[in-house]
């Protein structure tokens, strides 16, 4: 069995020697009466949150951290190969519909695809005809939140690192117009888009797009504060100056977690797959092969080489 294993604490951005590869052997037998399962992993999923894990805070959140020399742990898809559970029966998968691919469970049917949807509809509360902006816009939660805004009848721009990412977002994705956030002036280019100001801003960015962003809102406007991926690998986060404007413009500003919004997956499930089923909402993997190219999966969150959500595949069966 192989692990990908966390060498010590990051400082900046991650690199794939920050992690290595290691064989070793696991019992491959349940002992009967002990509840537990052996799963095979087939997809896992590499998250921005992760990097978070790889620092060791002063004052920590309910995120706990790595712990070196142990494992890197997060979200995938496995199936079931021996259990001694009675909920888990082997060759069981807990996933109900498996004619979508199974991957699309550790993004548009997992844990970012939640975020999409609990973060857009339940905090941003939209309306038809609002004007959306979107950071990190193709990413696996971006690209979701710009087409639940085009069902919902927005207007939507969404920013992204490169100029392949730019036509993804408005030739496959559907947004109304996107622009290169590391080409362009943030504050113009959100002025081209958004002539009349911008009604929702779907925060995943932070820093210098939020300061940008606050001068080009509209009043009574909204922002979901999803994440904040620029500063994740700053030892020091970058000052926000414009907020200010919160009170001005009577900005509505939240912060929201996933997690408390689990209970309503099934619900979320009923309004997506259909979606998916019928081709309205498309998603767009990048895959590694090989747990071997999981290091370096994890790092192309950061350099912007990976194009919408990070998938490694381990075992397709
Ligand atoms: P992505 O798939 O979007 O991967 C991260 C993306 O961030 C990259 O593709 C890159 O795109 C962009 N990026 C990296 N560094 C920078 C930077 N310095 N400035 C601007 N963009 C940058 O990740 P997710 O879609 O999974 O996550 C998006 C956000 O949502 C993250 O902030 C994440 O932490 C957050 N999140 C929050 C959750 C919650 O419960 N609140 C749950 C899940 C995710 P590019 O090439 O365009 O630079």
């Not at 894990?53 to 742990?73: A, C, K």
């Not at 080009?216 to 907020?243: D, F, T, W």
């Not at 290091?295 to 397709?316: E, H, T």
């Amino acid at each position: 069995n192989k692990q990908v294993i966390f060498k010590n604490f990051v400082e900046g951005f991650p690199k794939e020697t920050d992690m290595y590869l290691k064989t070793s052997s696991i019992s491959l037998n349940v002992e009967e009466g002990s509840n537990a399962v052996l799963v095979k992993n087939l997809y896992l999923s590499c998250d921005p949150y992760m990097r978070t894990q790889m620092t060791i805070y002063e004052n920590p959140t309910d995120l706990s951290s790595f712990v070196p020399g142990t494992p890197i742990e997060g979200f995938g898809v496995a199936k079931v190969v021996d259990s001694a559970n009675p909920d888990f029966k082997k060759g069981l998968f807990k996933i109900n519909h498996t004619d979508v691919p199974l991957s699309y469970y550790t993004g548009i049917l997992g844990m970012p695809g939640m975020t999409a949807w609990a973060g857009f509809f339940e905090v941003c509360a939209p309306k038809k005809g609002e004007y959306v902006y979107v950071s990190a816009a193709s990413g696996a939660v971006g690209q979701l939140v710009g087409q639940f805004a085009k069902l919902m009848g927005c207007y939507v721009v969404g920013s992204a690192g490169s100029k392949e990412k730019v036509e993804l977002l408005k030739n496959k994705l559907g947004f109304d117009d996107a622009f290169n956030y590391k080409e362009e002036n943030l504050v113009s280019a959100l002025k081209r888009c958004f002539p009349k100001g911008i009604d929702i801003y779907f925060e995943n960015v932070g820093g210098k797009m939020l300061d940008a962003v606050l001068l080009n809102m509209r009043n009574r406007a909204r922002i979901a504060v999803c994440g904040m991926v620029s500063q994740y690998n700053l030892s020091k986060p970058e000052g926000v100056h414009n907020l200010m404007l919160l009170l001005e413009k009577r900005i509505r500003m939240e912060g929201f977690v996933v997690f408390d919004f689990f209970h309503q997956y099934s619900k979320f499930l009923d309004t997506v797959l259909p979606s998916i089923r019928d081709g309205k909402i498309v998603y767009v993997e990048d895959v590694a092969e090989g747990l071997e190219n999981a290091p370096a999966a994890l790092v192309g969150l950061f350099n912007g080489r990976k194009v919408g959500k990070q998938v490694v595949i381990v075992s397709r069966k």
